[in-house]
């Protein structure tokens, strides 16, 4: 006799208790899909339960990445579900296909870091801190106070009127 070596976790369990790495890595992937349904689905309500217009929206996800479609009532609203999207736990990156019914001007983003205020992105984008409620409202309502930002949060700065 002696000892044999094998693969330890190559072919079928033994007595069929337990499944092989085929097996659990369809389950594993079958789980992750499913996840990541459940997780659009809460973006899309999310999305729906703000007022946020969009016609046929979609969310889906893989892995940390997002896909938006939809038609967005205005610019505004399309940036808005961008960022309630972005803004989410576990996701990296957006990939923006929705359009738009009423065109207007893009706004610009900024990503907060650390020391942030709205007054002193205003400062920064409008040359004049009180202009802070401008960046509160467009960013509205997913904001609900303008003392609670956090670094790595995006927020919208649209162009003044």
């Given at each position: 006799?002696?000892?044999?070596?094998?693969?330890?976790?190559?072919?079928?369990?033994?007595?069929?208790?337990?499944?092989?790495?085929?097996?659990?890595?369809?389950?594993?992937?079958?789980?992750?899909?499913?996840?990541?349904?459940?997780?659009?689905?809460?973006?899309?309500?999310?999305?729906?339960?703000?007022?946020?217009?969009?016609?046929?929206?979609?969310?889906?996800?893989?892995?940390?990445?997002?896909?938006?479609?939809?038609?967005?009532?205005?610019?505004?609203?399309?940036?808005?579900?961008?960022?309630?999207?972005?803004?989410?736990?576990?996701?990296?990156?957006?990939?923006?296909?929705?359009?738009?019914?009423?065109?207007?001007?893009?706004?610009?983003?900024?990503?907060?870091?650390?020391?942030?205020?709205?007054?002193?992105?205003?400062?920064?984008?409008?040359?004049?801190?009180?202009?802070y409620p401008v960046i509160f409202e467009a960013n509205k309502p997913?904001?609900?106070?303008?003392?609670?930002?956090?670094?790595?949060?995006v927020l919208r700065i649209p162009a003044l009127d």
């Amino acid at each position: 006799m002696g000892i044999f070596s094998f693969i330890k976790n190559a072919g079928a369990k033994v007595f069929g208790i337990g499944k092989t790495e085929a097996e659990e890595a369809a389950e594993s992937a079958a789980a992750k899909l499913k996840l990541e349904e459940a997780a659009a689905k809460k973006l899309e309500e999310t999305i729906n339960d703000l007022q946020l217009k969009v016609e046929g929206l979609e969310v889906h996800i893989n892995d940390d990445a997002a896909t938006i479609k939809g038609l967005a009532h205005d610019q505004a609203t399309k940036e808005k579900v961008v960022l309630v999207v972005g803004n989410s736990s576990g996701i990296a990156t957006v990939n923006d296909q929705m359009t738009v019914e009423h065109v207007e001007p893009e706004a610009q983003f900024h990503t907060v870091v650390s020391g942030d205020t709205l007054g002193k992105i205003a400062k920064n984008y409008y040359g004049n801190a009180m202009k802070y409620p401008v960046i509160f409202e467009a960013n509205k309502p997913m904001l609900k106070d303008p003392d609670k930002i956090y670094p790595g949060q995006v927020l919208r700065i649209p162009a003044l009127d």
